[in-house]
């Protein structure tokens, strides 16, 4: 299957900075990323579509000025949670979504980034 | 807008048992996706199922079956000879059929638990 990796998987910074979370296709092209938010045993909350060459698509919510979301290429897309707080330590999923061909709605998911603010 | 719901917050099965788990959804759309993720400790989100709405026939995967019922707005996960691997956390979640880059709605979630 389709392969979506997610770096870092675990960042700890202190509150005030900003943090860089990369989310990469390996092995096919996606037109497509979505950004999710998880807290401990909750369910997976939206953020943000990321669509390759435009801006995302935020949700009602969510800062878009906090969390910058960056899809440049069809492989690479980025979220930035800048001035970090302690309330913004989560869980971050990315997943993406295969351009073209099949519309069979799957999505493939990075192995997620554990965010802790100090 | 698109909902979905899970109404058993926590599972457990015997090993070699048979467990469902229940799904239900609103929708005004007719043309949609349902999928059953599986979320182990790793927290790593693996695709157990898929069904497409136009589909009557439901979709099997191994031991993973699911119920569809499309009226009803029904879409429970049935997994059969329950292994210890099957624990984690399982989410029904909800597509819209329409575009490519409709979003991926999630319900709250199910914790399965196997016991030995």
């Known amino acids: 299957g389709a392969v979506v990796s997610q770096h870092p998987s675990w960042v700890i910074c202190k509150s005030g900075t900003s943090v860089k979370i990369e989310c990469r296709s390996l092995?096919?092209?996606?037109?497509?990323m979505f950004w999710y938010r998880q807290f401990p045993k909750q369910s997976l909350m939206l953020m943000a579509t990321?669509?390759?060459?435009?801006?995302?698509?935020?949700e009602q919510g969510v800062e878009k000025d906090k969390f910058l979301i960056n899809h440049a290429s069809l492989t690479l897309s980025t979220l930035t949670v800048t001035s970090a707080h302690p309330e913004d330590s989560s869980f971050y999923i990315c997943?993406?979504?295969?351009?073209?061909?099949?519309?069979?709605?799957?999505?493939?998911f990075g192995e997620g980034s554990r965010l802790t603010v100090l | 807008a698109q909902t979905v719901t899970q109404s058993q917050p926590e599972m457990s099965v015997q090993e070699a048992e048979t467990v469902t788990l229940s799904c239900t959804y609103d929708?005004?759309?007719?043309?949609?996706?349902l999928f059953w993720y599986k979320q182990p400790p790793s927290r790593q989100m693996i695709l157990v199922i898929r069904?497409?709405?136009?589909?009557?026939q439901n979709a099997t995967e191994n031991r993973f079956s699911v119920n569809f019922q499309k009226a009803a707005k029904s879409f429970s996960l049935k997994i059969s000879d329950s292994q210890l691997g099957d624990a984690a956390m399982y989410f029904c979640?909800?597509?819209?059929?329409?575009?490519?880059?409709?979003?991926?709605?999630f319900g709250p979630g199910t914790s399965l638990s196997v016991i030995p």
């Open positions: 990321s669509n390759e060459g435009s801006k995302a698509t935020y």
């Open positions: 069904q497409e709405a136009y589909k009557q």
């Open positions: 092995d096919f092209q996606a037109t497509t």
């Open positions: 929708t005004s759309e007719s043309d949609y996706y």
């Open positions: 997943s993406a979504r295969l351009a073209g061909g099949s519309n069979t709605g799957e999505l493939f």
């Open positions: 979640a909800y597509r819209s059929g329409k575009t490519s880059y409709d979003k991926v709605i």
